[in-house]
């Protein structure tokens, strides 16, 4: 199936991105909405979230994606399964985790997955990088107690700077790990193609 195109980055500070979603009525959109819930932060073409899916049934999994052509074409595939444990949100994460995570059935939060994530090299487009003290602190709200944080980054920099920001809110404990737990990402399998490292870690909420 050949694949859609679509811009490489987005500015999430873009005035256009600015408003924060409503969320949806989760009955409408999930068919068990009180399984355990995982949410893919950044979930790209989807892919990722389509496997998990097919794999645990008896959880549900929510991508949100800046970049809504990917997230159109994503909820297109997930629409041909037969179990309704699957959706993605075109969103940008920065505004509307809050009114997201806070319209879910409470307790239902159980791992999150942030994925080699847009780097913004330069230090003045920092802020354009996902994982802000304000994240953690929504995930820290959110999450059930022994809920997970996964993440992982080509960078160095970046997997260095997420742990940084996790590990310094009371709620999480990390540790580096070598293997993915779950399965590959598309990022993920291009950059083993390219043999080059990456960074992974994962965090459980206290
Ligand atoms: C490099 S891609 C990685 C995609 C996927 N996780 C993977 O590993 O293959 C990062 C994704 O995060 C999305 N993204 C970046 N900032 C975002 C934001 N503020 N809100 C939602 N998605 C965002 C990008 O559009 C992009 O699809």
Redesign the pocket.
């Known amino acids: 199936m050949p694949l859609i195109r679509v811009r490489q980055h987005?500015n999430?500070l873009a005035r256009k991105f600015q408003t924060p979603i409503d969320p949806p009525i989760w009955e409408q959109v999930f068919s068990q909405t009180n399984q355990p819930l995982h949410l893919?932060?950044?979930?790209?073409r989807g892919r990722?979230l389509l496997q998990m899916a097919q794999r645990e049934l008896k959880w549900n999994f929510l991508g949100?994606?800046?970049?809504e052509p990917?997230v159109t074409e994503a909820n297109r595939l997930a629409g041909q399964l037969d179990w309704q444990n699957l959706h993605y949100l075109f969103?940008?994460?920065?505004n509307s985790l809050e009114p997201i995570l806070s319209s879910l059935p409470t307790g239902v939060l159980q791992r999150v997955t942030i994925?080699?994530?847009?780097p913004w090299f330069k230090s003045r487009h920092a802020k354009r990088r996902?994982v802000q003290p304000q994240l953690v602190s929504h995930l820290a709200n959110y999450l059930v107690v022994g809920g997970e944080v996964f993440i992982q980054s080509d960078q160095h920099f970046l997997a260095t700077q997420m742990c940084d920001r996790l590990q310094e809110h009371p709620a999480f404990n990390g540790v580096w790990l070598s293997e993915n737990p779950l399965v590959p990402?598309?990022?993920?399998i291009a950059t083993q193609n390219k043999g080059e490292p990456i960074y992974r870690a994962l965090f459980v909420k206290r």
């Open positions: 987005v999430p893919d932060i950044g979930s790209g990722f949100l994606e800046i970049r990917l969103c940008n994460v920065n994925q080699f994530p847009d996902v990402t598309e990022r993920e």
